[in-house]
Nanobody, 126 residues
Framework: QLHFVESGGGLVQPGGSLKLSCTSS????????MGWIRQAPGKEREAVAC????????KYGHLVRGRFSISRDSDKKTVTLQMNDLKPEDTAIYYC???????????????????WGTGIQVTVSS
């Protein structure tokens, strides 16, 4: 059974930083991509950052590029999202996600992920 443990969310002031972590377990096949997806109230889910497991190549949503950084541990089961210069519009529930289907070199989009964590709240407010 797939299982994600997400941590690191919370309340931060605009301009501050947070670091999200996600450890996955229970996969029965290879994981090709991991990433973070977010959903704000009343908005569609959007991909924040994706990382390719075989080569560590990262891709970002255009709203966070240059502010967020995704990385993974050598065991390829833990993925971290460093979020800097946070803005109120970054407020959302953030979900760790994984993909067991090899779509190849595709854009970082929410629909490529088939497995999701339960989500963690990030609130940016003064």
């Amino acid at each position: 059974q797939l299982h994600f443990v997400e941590s690191g969310g919370g309340l931060v002031q605009p301009g501050g930083s947070l670091k999200l972590s996600c450890t996955s377990s229970g996969f029965t096949s290879d994981v090709y991509d991991m990433g973070w997806i977010r959903q704000a109230p009343g908005k569609e889910r959007e991909a924040v950052a994706c990382i390719r497991n075989n080569n560590g190549r990262a891709k970002y949503g255009h709203l966070v590029r240059g502010r967020f950084s995704i990385s993974r541990d050598s065991d390829k089961k833990t993925v971290t999202l460093q979020m800097n210069d946070l803005k109120p519009e970054d407020t959302a529930i953030y979900y760790c996600a994984a993909n067991e289907i090899d779509f190849g070199n595709v854009p970082c989009e929410a629909h490529i992920f088939g497995s999701w964590g339960t989500g963690i709240q990030v609130t940016v407010s003064s």
